[in-house]
């Protein structure tokens, strides 16, 4: 019972272009979502999140828009760099339950040079 | 990752041992998470703690696993009797208090299980 999948295991882009990573949900209670990277033997890094009260938040290079209705959300990165060469992993949290994240499988990408 | 301490970083245990995982929190936060990453998979949510407190348990196994979160000192994780199936990477995260934090990571114990 997968409630959050990354229907993309990898993606390869190349350096300056945009990077689309895309995920989808299943529970309407997720009140809340989240982006983390993670490097080899490193454990997760937290990028962005976004409210479901909002479609969209921007920092920096990396915007993540939220589709309610589509129960859809994305992770833009432009321009992408070669140290954005990471796995993504996209985590939402169920309205009132303690915090608890769940985790797609997230999407590797290669940011070719 | 900066503050988030785990030890150790790798672990061998022959199958039947203890494993014992630690975790320190970074400087100010009260709230401890465990999260386990089997090979091929997501990270799936073990327990939250907060000090001397087991605030929600429903991802731990109901034997072999126990976690503790004292007083003093770290949070541990802890595996009896481990077997095969175990050798995972284990990652500790932290929050401070506040509904809409997100989760510090450490850089995680991988343990396997011979």
């Known amino acids: 019972d997968q409630q959050v999948k990354q229907n993309s295991p990898s993606l390869s882009v190349q350096e300056g272009r945009i990077s689309i990573l895309n995920c989808d949900y299943t529970n309407s209670m997720f009140d809340y979502f989240l982006w983390y990277k993670k490097y080899p033997a490193e454990g997760p890094t937290f990028l962005i999140s976004i409210s479901s009260i909002k479609d969209k938040n921007e920092d920096g290079r990396f915007t993540v828009f939220l589709n309610k209705s589509a129960k859809h959300l994305s992770l833009h990165i432009v321009p992408s760099q070669p140290g954005d060469s990471a796995v993504y992993f996209c985590?939402?949290?169920?309205?009132?339950?303690?915090?608890?994240?769940?985790w797609g499988l997230g999407t590797s990408l290669a940011v070719n040079p | 990752n900066a503050g988030v301490m785990q030890n150790p970083r790798h672990l061998v245990r022959r199958r039947g041992q203890e494993a014992r995982l630690r975790c320190s929190p970074m400087k100010g936060h009260s709230h401890v998470y465990w999260y386990r990453q089997l090979p091929e998979e997501g990270l799936k949510f073990m327990v939250y703690?907060?000090?001397?407190?087991?605030?929600?348990e429903s991802g731990m196994p109901k034997e072999r696993f126990s976690a503790e979160f004292p007083k003093e000192g770290p949070s541990i994780l802890r595996i009896q009797q481990v077997v095969r199936g175990d050798s995972a990477a284990y990652f500790c995260a932290s929050s401070p208090t506040g509904s809409n934090s997100p989760l510090h990571f450490g850089n995680g114990t991988r343990l396997t299980v011979t």
């Open positions: 703690l907060q000090k001397e407190n087991i605030i929600d």
């Open positions: 985590a939402a949290r169920n309205a009132g339950n303690n915090r608890k994240l769940i």
